[in-house]
């Protein structure tokens, strides 16, 4: 049997499965505590992972780590959430406290993996899977291989920067269509840092003039105010509770601020995987993450649209746009197909 570690910034996920996608033997979830870093993580890993590994004989391990690594050195690079984690020799962690050899990855590459092989894309050559949520990471698998192993990085939809004027690291998909990045923009409108669109005031007017530009200008602002007053209930009048998911059960209810915002950032979202279609051409692009669960009216029907807008036209209707079928087990069945492979890393 194998077990699949998924090492994320609020969540711990520790598997057993035997590699092909069945359902587990049996599964841990524990939660993080960010303030005891990396080394208060190696310690639930060690306690779970021991009781494990004795009662289903386990051969090897994989893990999906949430932030970059080198694979080949089984080394984390850093995690965002949790401070520990900068070149820390992980693999070798596992051999030394653990006795078992472990293959480590990405925990989006896993989740990529397992979508690829098992999930949503099981029946494709070729998939890309996207999850958006507090990030936006991608991977790509093609026979049901992942793609860039080895490299320091690969498929990184969230880091695409779009237009020639995005010349910082921070001006990214992620930075207009994660979910932080949605609560950001609709903030953003209710405090006015971002102003009512035109389109919105202009409107059509049979014979405009001063008078009836004037009244729909103050229609508009009524409007406004009931929208940020909905918004701001919505939050218990505190706005650093505000999240995606808050404005997407808004835009359902038919708050014009918060739809606007959901399709600006599914127009962001939409134009990068048109990039990735259009360089690499998957038949399948599977979509998870939190932000996908608001669902097809607000997030997955918008989404399409904006790739048809955006993608190559002679790849037009030559892939598909799907929910994650996985869910939360998908980097662990994704790591459990990692130890399934074999390490990258090797003991000297």
């Not at 099981?122 to 192993?149: C, E, K």
């Amino acid at each position: 049997m194998l077990l699949g570690i998924e090492i994320g910034g609020t969540k711990l996920q520790l598997g057993i499965g035997d590699g092909t996608g069945r359902d587990l033997a049996a599964l841990v979830r524990l939660d993080v505590n960010a303030r005891q870093g990396a080394a208060g993580i190696l310690e639930q890993i060690e306690n779970a992972a021991a009781v494990l590994i004795q009662k289903y004989d386990v051969e090897r391990i994989g893990i999906g780590f949430g932030g970059p690594v080198d694979s080949a050195a089984g080394t984390t690079t850093k995690s965002h959430q949790v401070t520990g984690w900068e070149r820390f020799p992980l693999s070798r962690w596992c051999l030394e406290s653990l006795k078992r050899p472990a293959t480590l990855g990405n925990d989006c590459d896993s989740a990529a993996l397992a979508e690829a092989r098992f999930g949503a894309g099981r029946d494709a050559s070729s998939v890309f899977y996207v999850t958006v949520g507090t990030g936006i990471g991608g991977g790509l698998v093609i026979d049901g291989q992942l793609h860039g192993r080895g490299r320091p990085a690969a498929a990184e939809i969230g880091h695409l920067r779009p237009g020639l004027n995005a010349d910082r690291a921070e001006m990214t998909v992620e930075s207009l269509a994660s979910g932080p990045a949605i609560a950001a923009a609709a903030l953003a409108r209710m405090t006015g840092q971002v102003s009512t669109s035109l389109e919105t005031i202009r409107g059509p007017l049979a014979h405009p003039n001063r008078q009836q530009v004037r009244k729909r200008l103050a229609d508009v602002q009524d409007a406004e105010r009931e929208y940020i007053t909905d918004l701001t209930q919505r939050c218990r009048n505190d706005l650093e509770r505000l999240t995606a998911k808050l404005v997407a059960q808004a835009a359902a209810d038919g708050n014009e601020i918060a739809r606007q915002v959901l399709d600006h950032a599914c127009q962001a979202l939409g134009w990068g995987i048109a990039q990735v279609i259009t360089l690499v051409a998957p038949d399948v692009v599977v979509i998870g993450g939190g932000v996908s669960l608001i669902g097809e009216q607000f997030f997955f029907m918008p989404v399409r649209a904006e790739v048809a807008r955006y993608v190559f036209p002679p790849l037009a209707g030559s892939y598909k746009i799907v929910p994650a079928a996985l869910g939360e087990l998908a980097v662990v069945h994704g790591a459990i197909a990692l130890a399934a492979s074999g390490p990258d890393f090797q003991s000297a």
